[in-house]
C-alpha cells in the first residue's frame, strides 16, 4: 500500500471534508507539480458524515428534503447519522444556571452539550462538502485593523499576519477556489483610507496590469430592497454616544456585497457549474435559499473542488505510459477518534497516525482503522478539531484548545416598509451598511456589520406562514379571518413590504467561552460530544445598545418608526424581543435576542507564542510540527467579516507551505 | 338534480369550486398546481367521507345561490362562518396557501374525533413548492422556481387577478 | 441530383441568415414542450438530454445573430424576400412546416412520447430520416436540408464577391459572457473567418450535421469540457437516438449504429398528456386566459431576444421611481421571462383540457407580433381581471 519514501500509507491525511480540506489538497498537488522537481503527494481525505449527491438529479433530492421538512433550518437537506451527529438550531435550549453562576441542568437535547449561561446557537454540517453546503457565500475580506485589535484598540490579540499577508491569498481565494463576484469600487468600508481600490490593490501586477484588482465576477446585482433603502437613506448620518458621552458618527451608505454566487464572468474567467452537471447553475438564479441549500448550485460549495480533484486525480495507478499524477481518496463515513502521538506533556512530539472507524447504516458494527502519513491535517470544523485534539490529550501546551470560542451574535430587527418593496425574492443578502465595521469605539465595544435581508420576515417571524396564520385565522375561536380575494390581495400588500436587518457583532475572543469534553457525554461512536461555555463579554454586549439605537434611526428615517406588532399589519418597527426566548439576553434591563449566525470560529487560536497560541501562522501545531491544525478555528479574532473567505485565504497558504515542504523531499 | 335542471356537480367538482371561492385564485390556476386531486384526497382522509358530504353538500347548495344572487354571501354564511365547518376552512385555505396541513382544533375533534393523519405535515415537495403564498406575495417559493438571474433587482410586480 | 439553391447576393445571404435565427428558434418550443409535459422530478436522464440540446439551439439562434449583425444588418422578426419568395415569416408558428427546408418536415408541439423523439431525431438527423438527399422533394429557392442550407450559407460568407472583407464589422455582438447555462461559447463574429466559425459551430453541433458524420463514433466531442472534469457533450442526433432507442452509445459505437450501452430509462407515463390545440379566437374560460398569458409571455420574450440581438436595451418603469433609469441589458430580461415560461408551462400542462376530457392544456407557442394583434390580447387578459370567482 505504501507508495511514499516513508513507508507511511499516505503523503497527507485530511480530517474533514470541507472547504479548507478542499483548498489544501488542491494547493498542496497544483504546487507540489510545479516545482522542480515536480511532487505528486498521496492524499486522503476522511468525512464523518455522509457522501453528497455528486450529479444534478441526486442532489435534487436534497433539495426536496428542504421542501419536505416542517422546519426548514439550515441542516434540514442532510441527513446525519447518530454516528456522525450534527448540531441543530432546533436543538437550541437554555441551560438552567445556578445562582453562583455555575451550570445546574445543562441543555442536551442535542449534539451539543449547552453547559451556559447563554447557548451557542450556531451550527454546522457533517457531511462531504461541510458548511458550505448551506452557507450564505457572504466573502467579505477582513479589514486591516481587524488584523491587530490590540496594537489599534488595545482590546483582544493581534494576529501574527496583517491584511497585507493575507491579501494574495485573499486574491486566491477569490479566484481560484470560491469564485467571488463583486465591483471593487462598491467595497466602500470604514478603516481601509476611503479609497476600496488601494485596499484590493495586487501585488500580481502580471495578472491585474498596474495592480488594478478585479473580481473574477461582477457584482451580484442588488435587490430592489438594497435599491429602496439606498435612496430612502440617503444622507443619514446615524449618531451614537458612547460611555464617555462622546459622539460617533457613522453615515450611512448601502454596498453591495461580495458574494461567492455566480455572476457575469470577467474576461478569462469560467464559472464552475454545478457538480457533475455543469451546464447548471452557471448564474446565480434566484432560489432564494441559498441557506438551507442551493437547488442550482450556483453558489459555490466545497463539492465543486472535491469533485474537480476527484476527477482529475483519481485514486489510482496511471495508465500505462501516463504521466504520474497526485491521487486523492475520500473516504466518508469515516470518524476519526484518535490523533496518535509522542507528545508529552509540557514537551512536542510527532503524530504517528490517526485512529477512524467506519461505520455502517446497515446494522453492521463499525470497522476500526490506522492510517499514517508523513502529514496530518485537521479540518474537520473548530468545534470538531477541538473535540478530536482534546480528546487525544495532544497539540494543547498552550492550553488553548477549545477555548476563545467566537460567533458572530446577531442581532434582529425588522419592520413592515411603506411601499412593497418585493420581499423573498433573490440572494438572502446582496448588500449591508458598513459604517459600523470599524472606528474609534473598538476600544470599549464590539464593532458590527449590518445585512439587509431579502427574505422578508423569514427569519424573525417565521414568515410567510405566520402571516398567513394570523390573516387565515384559526386557533381558539376557530374562525376564518380573511379567505378568497381578500386574503390575496391583503397578503399581497403585506408581504412584499418586509424586511429585516441582522446586526452582526464582532464577538471578542474570551478563554471562557470553550469547548471542552466531558466522559459523561458521548455519541454512539463513543467520541466526545462537545460540551460548551459560552457567555457575551460585556464588549460584546456594549454594542447591543448602539446597534438598536442605530435601527431605530435609520427605520425613522424609512417612516417606519411607529412601533407595532403583529397581527396588526401597517407600516410600522416590528422589533420586540420575547424575554422567554432561549436566544434571550438582557443587558441594561433591556432584553435582546441574539442569534448564532453559524460562524464557528477560534478554538484553535494561531499566534507566535506556544505559550499562547495553539498554531502558528501557517496553522501548524506548535507541538505537533506535522500536524496542521486548519479552518476558522484557528482565526485569533474575527472581525465583522464571515470567516469563509478568510479561513480559505489561510488555507491556501497552508496549502503552500506543505507544498514547499514536500519539495525539499526526494521525488 | 339542482334547479333548473342541471346535473348535480361531483364531489371533486364541488371541491374545487370550494377551493377557488376561499383561495381567490381561479380554476385554471389551481389546476396548473396538479394538487387538486392530492388535497381532495388529503381533506377526505383527514375529516372522513362522511363529513366531507355533508360539507360539500353544503357548499354545493351555497354555491348554487350565489351564483343566483351573484354574490358569495349564502358560502359566507352557510359555511365559512358556519362552526361546523369553519375549522376545516381554515385548515383547507392553510393547504392551499401553504402546502401544510395544519391540524384542527380540540375543539373540533371533541365532537368529530380525529384522524392520525391531522397532524401537521408538508404534504409533498411539490406542494411545498405550489404554495399559493408565493404567487399572493409576488414571489416564488424559497428553493424553487426561481425567477432568473437579477431578476431580484427589478421593481417588483404581482399578477393581476 | 437535383442542384441545391445557391445564395448568390448579399442581400439574400441576410435574408437566409434572417431565416437562419428564425430556424434555430423554431426548434426550441418544440424540445421545450416535451421538457416541459415531464413531472417534476421524473425522468432526468430524458430531461437533461433534452434541456442540453435545447440550451444549444439559444446558442445557435445567437450565433447566426452574430454573423448577421456582422454583415450590418438588424435581426429582425419581420418577413423577409429570399430569391423569388417572398414574405417568408422568421417567427415559426406550429404546426411549422419550414419555409426554407422541406426535408424536416412538420414540426409540432408534443409532450414527451415516442413519436415526439421521432420527431426530434428527425429533425437532427443529417437527412431528416430519409435514404438520400434525393429522396426528399424541394422547391425553388428552398432547401432539402439544414445541412445543405448552412453549406450554401457557409459558400456566400466565403465568396468576397458576395461579401467582401470589408462588409464585416463587429457590431451589436452579444458576448460570450452573455451565455450561460449550455454547452459551448459564443463567438463574436468580426471578420469573415470567425462568421465562418460561427455557422461551422452550429452545423458541428446540432442540425446540419454533415452526412458522413453519421459514421463516426457517435461520442465524437462537439464541445469540449470547460471545466476540465469530464463533461462532455456529443452531438444532438447521437444524443436524440439515445433518447428514442433508451440506450446509451458504447464509446466504441458509431453515430448510425443502435446505441449498445447502458439504458436510458425513459418512463412515459411520467408525462403529462398534453394536447396542443391551435387558438380558435378568444377564450373566455380561466383555461382560455391562461394559454393567452403564455402566448403574451412567450411574445414579450421573443421581443427581448430580438431586442437584445438589436442592440437595444429593455425599458422597466419602476413605479415607485418614475425617474430611475429605465434601461435593462434585454437579454437579461429575457431570460426573466424565460424562467417565468417555464412555470407557466408547467401549469398548463397539469391543467385538464375542458374540451378533451384525459387530456391536458398544451402551451401554444404563438408569437402575436406588436400590434393591433398584441393590443387585443393585452386587453383582453386585463379585462379578466376580477372575473373569476
Known amino acids: 500500500m505504501s507508495t511514499n519514501d516513508h513507508d507511511h500509507d499516505y503523503d497527507i491525511v485530511i480530517v474533514g471534508g470541507g472547504i479548507s480540506a478542499a483548498t489544501i489538497a488542491k494547493t498542496v498537488i497544483e504546487k507540489a507539480a510545479a516545482q522542480t522537481p515536480p511532487r505528486h503527494p498521496r492524499i486522503l481525505v476522511l468525512e464523518a458524515g455522509r457522501a453528497t449527491a455528486m450529479s444534478a438529479d441526486k442532489y435534487d433530492t436534497y433539495v426536496d428534503a428542504y421542501q419536505e421538512a416542517l422546519a426548514k433550518v439550515p441542516n434540514s437537506p442532510y441527513p446525519a447519522s447518530s454516528s456522525a451527529p450534527q448540531p441543530n438550531v432546533l436543538d437550541i435550549g437554555r441551560p438552567i444556571m445556578g445562582p453562583d453562576g455555575t451550570t445546574r441542568v445543562p441543555s442536551d437535547n442535542g449534539y451539543f452539550v449547552q453547559m451556559g449561561p447563554l447557548p451557542f446557537g450556531s451550527d454546522y454540517a457533517r457531511s462531504l462538502g461541510g458548511t458550505t453546503l448551506h452557507w450564505l457565500g457572504t466573502c467579505l475580506r477582513m479589514l486591516p485593523n481587524d488584523f491587530r485589535m490590540q496594537d489599534a484598540y488595545g482590546h483582544s490579540v493581534n494576529w501574527p499576519l496583517r491584511y497585507e499577508d493575507l491579501k494574495p491569498y485573499y486574491e486566491r481565494a477569490e479566484w481560484d477556489i470560491i469564485g467571488v463576484s463583486a465591483d471593487v469600487e462598491d467595497q466602500v468600508y470604514p478603516g481601509i483610507g476611503g479609497d476600496p481600490a488601494k485596499y484590493f490593490e495586487s501585488a500580481d501586477t502580471g495578472k491585474f496590469p498596474g495592480g488594478v484588482y478585479h473580481f473574477p465576477m461582477e457584482r451580484i446585482p442588488s435587490s430592489y430592497l438594497d435599491q429602496y433603502l439606498a435612496k430612502k437613506s440617503a444622507g443619514l448620518v446615524v449618531e451614537l454616544t458612547d460611555d464617555h458621552g462622546r459622539p460617533h458618527t457613522f453615515p450611512v451608505e448601502v454596498s453591495n456585497t461580495p458574494v461567492g454566487r455566480n455572476s457575469r464572468p470577467a474576461e478569462g474567467y469560467q464559472p464552475i457549474g454545478a457538480v457533475g452537471n455543469f451546464d447548471q447553475g452557471q448564474r446565480c438564479e434566484g432560489n432564494s435559499s441559498c441557506i438551507p441549500i442551493c437547488p442550482a448550485q450556483a453558489k459555490y460549495n466545497a463539492l465543486k473542488t472535491l469533485y474537480e480533484l476527484i476527477v482529475k486525480y483519481p485514486d489510482r495507478e496511471p495508465a500505462d505510459g501516463g504521466a504520474r499524477k497526485a491521487r486523492v481518496a475520500i473516504r466518508s463515513q469515516c470518524v476519526v477518534s484518535r490523533v496518535l502521538h509522542t507528545q508529552r506533556t509540557g514537551g512536542t512530539g510527532t503524530v504517528t497516525g490517526l485512529t477512524y472507524r467506519t461505520y455502517f447504516d446497515d446494522g453492521s458494527a463499525p470497522v476500526e482503522h490506522t492510517v499514517t502519513a508523513d502529514t496530518y491535517v485537521l479540518a474537520a470544523n473548530a468545534v470538531e478539531n477541538a473535540t478530536l485534539l482534546l480528546a487525544s490529550g495532544a497539540a494543547n501546551n498552550s492550553d488553548q484548545v477549545g477555548r476563545n470560542l467566537m460567533d458572530h451574535p446577531l442581532l434582529i430587527t425588522w419592520g413592515l416598509l411603506e411601499d412593497g418593496v418585493g420581499a423573498f425574492r433573490g440572494p438572502g443578502s446582496t448588500s449591508g451598511i458598513p459604517a459600523f465595521r470599524d472606528g474609534t469605539f473598538r476600544s470599549e465595544r464590539t464593532a458590527f456589520r449590518v445585512e439587509i435581508g431579502n427574505w422578508g420576515w423569514n427569519f424573525p417571524e417565521n414568515a410567510p406562514y405566520d402571516t398567513v396564520h394570523d390573516l387565515v385565522g384559526g386557533g381558539e375561536s376557530g374562525q376564518v379571518g380573511l379567505y378568497g380575494k381578500e386574503l390575496r390581495a391583503r397578503l399581497g400588500e403585506i408581504l412584499p413590504r418586509q424586511f429585516r436587518i441582522a446586526w452582526e457583532l464582532e464577538q471578542d475572543p474570551e478563554p471562557t467561552n470553550r469547548v471542552t469534553i466531558d466522559d459523561r457525554y458521548k455519541d454512539a461512536l463513543g467520541n466526545h460530544r462537545p460540551v460548551i461555555h459560552y457567555d457575551l463579554s460585556p464588549y460584546v454586549r456594549a454594542s447591543l445598545p448602539w446597534a438598536s439605537e442605530a435601527s431605530r434611526q435609520l427605520f425613522t428615517q424609512l417612516g417606519i418608526g411607529d412601533e407595532v406588532r403583529r397581527p396588526e399589519y401597517r407600516p410600522g418597527d416590528y422589533t420586540h424581543y420575547d424575554p422567554d426566548d432561549p436566544s434571550a439576553v438582557t443587558h441594561d434591563g433591556v432584553t435582546y435576542w441574539v442569534r448564532g449566525a453559524g460562524h464557528v470560529v477560534g478554538t484553535h487560536r494561531m499566534g507566535t507564542d506556544p505559550a499562547t497560541s495553539v498554531v502558528d501562522s501557517h496553522q501548524r501545531s506548535h507541538d505537533l510540527p506535522n500536524l496542521y491544525i486548519v479552518g476558522c478555528g484557528s482565526m485569533p479574532t474575527l472581525g465583522t467579516s464571515n470567516p469563509t473567505l478568510t479561513m480559505t485565504a489561510l488555507a491556501l497558504r497552508t496549502g503552500d507551505r506543505i507544498a514547499e515542504q514536500l519539495k525539499g523531499k526526494d521525488a | ?161 | 441530383m437535383t442542384e441545391s439553391t445557391r445564395i448568390t447576393s448579399l442581400k439574400d445571404l441576410k435574408a437566409a441568415l434572417q431565416l437562419a435565427v428564425g430556424l434555430e428558434l423554431s426548434t426550441i418550443p418544440v424540445y421545450l414542450t416535451a421538457l416541459y409535459s415531464i413531472e417534476a422530478g421524473r425522468n432526468t436522464d430524458a430531461a437533461q438530454t433534452i434541456r442540453s440540446v435545447v440550451m444549444e439551439e439559444m446558442l445557435h439562434m445567437t450565433l447566426a445573430a452574430n454573423v448577421l449583425n456582422a454583415l450590418g444588418e438588424v435581426p429582425s422578426t419581420r418577413p423577409v424576400d429570399f430569391q423569388d419568395r417572398r414574405n417568408l415569416s422568421p417567427i415559426p408558428a406550429y404546426p411549422l412546416d419550414s419555409p426554407l427546408v422541406s426535408g424536416i418536415g412538420t414540426l409540432e408541439l408534443l409532450p414527451l412520447t415516442p413519436r415526439a423523439v421521432d420527431g426530434f431525431v428527425r429533425i437532427e438527423h443529417p437527412l431528416h430520416g430519409a435514404a438520400t438527399l434525393d429522396a426528399i422533394p424541394v422547391q425553388s429557392g428552398g432547401f432539402r436540408t439544414i445541412g445543405e442550407f448552412y453549406d450554401a450559407v457557409d459558400a456566400a460568407l466565403n465568396d468576397p464577391a458576395i461579401c467582401p472583407d470589408d462588409v464585416f464589422r463587429p457590431v451589436r455582438q452579444i458576448p460570450d459572457s452573455d451565455y450561460y447555462g449550455g454547452a459551448g461559447h459564443v463567438i463574436e463574429v468580426k471578420d469573415r473567418a470567425t462568421a465562418r466559425e460561427a455557422v461551422l459551430k452550429i452545423v458541428d453541433q446540432g442540425e446540419g450535421l454533415p452526412e458522413e458524420y453519421l459514421h463516426r463514433p457517435a461520442k465524437t466531442v462537439t464541445d469540449a469540457d470547460r471545466l476540465g472534469s469530464g463533461w462532455q457533450m456529443y452531438s444532438h442526433y447521437a444524443r436524440f437516438r439515445e433518447l428514442q432507442c433508451g440506450r446509451r452509445f458504447r464509446p466504441d459505437q458509431r453515430a448510425d449504429q443502435n446505441p449498445e450501452g447502458a439504458m436510458l430509462l425513459v418512463d412515459h407515463t411520467a408525462v403529462q398528456p398534453a394536447l396542443y390545440t391551435p387558438h380558435n379566437g378568444g377564450s373566455d374560460s380561466p383555461e382560455g386566459a391562461a394559454l393567452d398569458a403564455f402566448d403574451l409571455a412567450y411574445s414579450h420574450l421573443v421581443d427581448d431576444i430580438y431586442r437584445a440581438f438589436a442592440g437595444e436595451p429593455k425599458e422597466v418603469v419602476d413605479p415607485l421611481d418614475r425617474h430611475a433609469d429605465r434601461e435593462r441589458p434585454a437579454l437579461r430580461s429575457a431570460v426573466h421571462i424565460m424562467y417565468a415560461l417555464k412555470n407557466m408551462a408547467v401549469a398548463l400542462m397539469r391543467t385538464p383540457n375542458p374540451a378533451k376530457p384525459g387530456h391536458t392544456l398544451c402551451p401554444r407557442f404563438s408569437y402575436v407580433p406588436p400590434g393591433g394583434d398584441r393590443d387585443k390580447l393585452v386587453q383582453r387578459l386585463e379585462n379578466r381581471g376580477g372575473q373569476d370567482r
Open chain 2, 1 to 161: 338534480m339542482a334547479d333548473n335542471g342541471t346535473p348535480t356537480p361531483s364531489p371533486q367538482q364541488i371541491f374545487t369550486e370550494l377551493s377557488v371561492a376561499l383561495t381567490g385564485f381561479n380554476r385554471a390556476e389551481l389546476a396548473g398546481t396538479g394538487l387538486i386531486e392530492t388535497y381532495y384526497t388529503t381533506l377526505l382522509r383527514i375529516i372522513g367521507e362522511r363529513e366531507a358530504g355533508h360539507l360539500f353538500a353544503a357548499v354545493a347548495e351555497a354555491l348554487a345561490a350565489d351564483r343566483k344572487n351573484h354574490d358569495g354571501e349564502a358560502l359566507r354564511r352557510q359555511v365559512v362562518e358556519n362552526p361546523r365547518y369553519s375549522p376545516v376552512v381554515v385548515s383547507l385555505i392553510k393547504l392551499w396557501y401553504l402546502g401544510s396541513w395544519y391540524p384542527l382544533s380540540g375543539g373540533y375533534r371533541d365532537i368529530h374525533g380525529s384522524t392520525a393523519e391531522d397532524v401537521e405535515h408538508v404534504v409533498s415537495p411539490q406542494a411545498y413548492r405550489e404554495g399559493l403564498v408565493w404567487i399572493a406575495a409576488g414571489a416564488h417559493p424559497m428553493g424553487a422556481k426561481p425567477p432568473g438571474f437579477g431578476s431580484w433587482a427589478e421593481p417588483p410586480s404581482l399578477p393581476v387577478f
